[in-house]
């Protein structure tokens, strides 16, 4: 075996070393014999080649041939079989462990296995878990974290092969868990053309988070001893500016629906920062519905909220929103502030965009906000203009001023107004008009029905519905506070009123007739998807039952549809079956494990799955018994493509939405994974004239 590496490295010396320091390097080798566990028979034969090199280097003759050998480009050493373990332990020590465990990875595969239970086969496996530990470390002094955590995964699956160092191995296994924010950084800060890299960073960091029980850590998971939550906090901070906005909002959009609160609020942030940043007003309506929703402790969203009703244009609400602020120390800032408060919300809307909003995103180049260059923007316009005309206004209008106010009421009222705004520079104000106009506009109380809308969506409608008459009865407060005009008209007062109820009325009647079907319409659209076989049909008796009864019907069609994917599955007797065949297969296949791993049925699939593909699935699920636990597995099919495909052969690759939760049999939930996508390769044979799933590789 020729390994690369030459007397002078070998020894540990330069060279230019004189005989001298050669022997004192030679006696300091022979002193610090390793000590990690090798035999007695390759230490021996170290210590042997140590003498024959400083040997070799000190003799003049010798030496001087060697050098000219250098110098013609000979520069790896030959070792006879018996000192290849030897020579290697010496390439190790001589700082190359990269070199030395590919090489010892390679003598420990075929043809060249040792023979089981050897001296050299037990000297071969330590010196691979050293080397493969020393290469990792050697890969983190240079940064190359995921070259780091190949090593160390190369070399666990090299002990796990050869069935030794079990302690060696679990310090291996710590290693690589330790390793992997740093993996994780490392993937992402790559540039954003390694898609490839970037994709497997976004998935590890999405599972890492999972697994810890989201942003806040809530479950105990086997990073919690090496990365605590200050340390998760701080590596999330240094990981969040390789994300774009668009990341970070499916991440934590993600995130959120798995319980974690602290997610919502950053999705919140990242929605504004898209939607101001990108000029997309309907994501500041997608952030503010996240935000109202949100029940974070401490947190006071009231001027959150008024900040996004002041980008949307809505003075009004966002003055509304400053004065219910809970913090005392804002609302004496806004009391104070020697401008008008419009003004002042400006200003603290500026400083929130700057300093809190837009930043920490790859794709956002945070500069000092124009909230003119925000209002005077013809997109922003053009939306606001385009709301308006889709939507059917139901205006609450002051029909109480019809009479009265034209003798009296509107010369007070324009006068009382014109005091307020003496003193503000308009050509300071954030959108064109000035805030007459932007006064004028939201003064007048509006709810906004959007018939397509509450058509399709009267859930939504509803909460809409409320949340306006929440703000009916506080323009109502209002209106009772100006005693003037209860004095001049107190039927005014019963009109308001009346004209609330009504509104109120009209909403509950409309939502009696059509929130019932719409859940029902829901409900039946999320149900899992029911596989009915091409050649059954639904007899005109059962459309008309399907109608009257849809829910009664359509257990009593899945009832069916479940016997035939049980019982009656058909072969693939085609020669060249669809991909829309090889498709409706695998769902079977999925469908089928899913439910016999979760306990709940058996596996009849012998006609389209070959029985060694359902005996390795009988024996997980003989496995999983013994331990009590079962599995809960939900898949689906986002994309097939054919692979290749002859006369007794087909490879399909497939991506699936895979998540799979572990479940003890008392309930209690153990661990989550989830894979988006997780590739799979499934390869399909013709036996017996018909078709069948043989096999899968998952993880590709």
């Avoid at 296995?113 to 050293?130: K, M, N, V």
């Avoid at 050697?138 to 160092?165: C, P, T, V, W």
């Avoid at 509803?462 to 209860?486: Q, R």
């Avoid at 004209?499 to 859940?519: C, D, M, P, Q």
């Amino acid at each position: 075996m020729e390994l690369p590496l030459d007397h002078f490295r070998l020894i540990g010396v330069s060279p230019s070393a004189t005989s001298e320091e050669i022997l004192r390097a030679f006696q300091l080798r022979l002193d610090k014999t390793p000590d990690e566990g090798f035999t007695y028979e390759v230490l021996t034969q170290r210590s042997e080649l140590l003498r024959l090199t400083a040997d070799l280097l000190t003799d003049p003759e010798s030496r001087r041939e060697y050098e000219n050998l250098l110098l013609n480009g000979n520069s790896g050493l030959d070792f006879s079989s018996n000192r290849e373990v030897a020579g290697l332990i010496l390439l190790w020590e001589s700082g190359s462990p990269k070199e030395a465990f590919k090489i010892t990875r390679k003598a420990l595969q075929p043809p060249q296995t040792p023979a089981l239970g050897s001296s050299r086969e037990a000297d071969l496996t330590l010196l691979a878990a050293l080397t493969a530990r020393d290469s990792a470390i050697q890969e983190q002094q240079l940064r190359s974290y995921s070259n780091a955590a190949d090593f160390l995964h190369e070399g666990i699956q090299l002990l796990q092969r050869m069935g030794k160092l079990g302690e060696i191995r679990k310090e291996l296994e710590e290693d690589l868990v330790a390793l992997l924010p740093y993996r994780i950084l490392d993937l992402l800060s790559r540039d954003l053309n390694d898609q490839e890299s970037h994709k497997k960073g976004l998935s590890m960091l999405e599972n890492l988070i999972i697994k810890r029980g989201g942003l806040e850590g809530n479950n105990k998971s086997e990073y919690k001893d090496y990365l605590n939550q200050q340390e998760f906090e701080v590596f999330f901070q240094q990981i969040k500016p390789f994300l774009t906005v668009q990341e970070q909002i499916d991440l934590f959009l993600e995130l959120q629906k798995r319980g974690s609160l602290e997610a919502g609020f950053l999705a919140f942030l990242s929605l504004t920062a898209i939607g101001f940043y990108r000029r997309k007003p309907e994501k500041l309506f997608e952030a503010r519905r996240i935000l109202k929703k949100l029940n974070l402790s401490g947190l006071d969203s009231m001027p959150l909220v008024g900040c996004l009703d002041l980008l949307l244009a809505d003075i009004d609400q966002a003055s509304a929103r400053f004065s219910s602020s809970s913090d005392e120390n804002l609302r004496d800032w806004l009391n104070n502030y020697p401008g008008n408060k419009l003004e002042a919300i400006c200003i603290f809307c500026k400083n929130w965009l700057e300093n809190d909003v837009l930043v920490g995103y790859r794709d956002i180049d945070s500069k000092e906000v124009d909230l003119d260059s925000w209002f005077e923007d013809r997109e922003i316009q053009e939306f606001i203009e385009k709301l308006e005309k889709k939507s059917n206004k139901i205006a609450i209008r002051s029909n109480l001023q019809n009479q009265q106010t034209e003798k009296e009421s509107p010369t007070k009222t324009t006068e009382d107004f014109d005091n307020i705004l003496g003193n503000i520079d308009e050509r300071r104000l954030p959108w064109p008009g000035g805030i007459k106009q932007g006064y004028e506009k939201v003064e007048t109380k509006e709810i906004e029905f959007n018939e397509e809308y509450f058509k399709k969506k009267p859930i939504e409608f509803y909460n809409f519905l409320i949340e306006k008459i929440a703000e009916l009865k506080f323009s109502f407060g209002e209106f009772l506070k100006d005693k003037e005009i209860i004095n001049r008209s107190p039927y005014l007062i019963y009109i308001y009123a009346f004209l609330i109820l009504f509104v109120f009325g009209i909403g509950i009647g409309f939502l009696r007739n059509n929130l019932k079907k719409s859940i029902q319409d829901e409900s039946i659209a999320e149900k899992p998807l029911i596989a009915i076989d091409k050649n059954q049909k639904l007899s005109e008796i059962d459309i008309q039952e399907i109608k009257k009864n849809p829910s009664s019907k359509l257990n009593s069609i899945s009832e069916k549809s479940t016997s035939i994917i049980s019982y009656e599955l058909k072969e693939l007797n085609t020669a060249s079956p669809s991909l829309e065949d090889i498709r409706n297969l695998i769902n079977r296949w999925l469908l089928s494990k899913s439910n016999y791993l979760a306990g709940k049925s058996e596996i009849n699939l012998s006609k389209i799955i070959s029985k060694g593909l359902i005996d390795r699935t009988i024996e997980e699920r003989q496995n999983d018994i013994k331990k009590g636990i079962y599995k809960e597995i939900n898949s689906q099919i986002r994309k097939i493509d054919l692979e290749s495909q002859t006369s007794s052969r087909i490879v399909v690759l497939v991506e699936l939405n895979y998540l799979e939760r572990l479940v003890k049999n008392s309930g209690e939930f153990i661990n989550e994974t989830s894979l988006n996508p997780l590739k799979v390769k499934y390869i399909l044979g013709f036996s017996n004239k018909s078709w069948k799933l043989v096999d899968f590789v998952s993880g590709l």
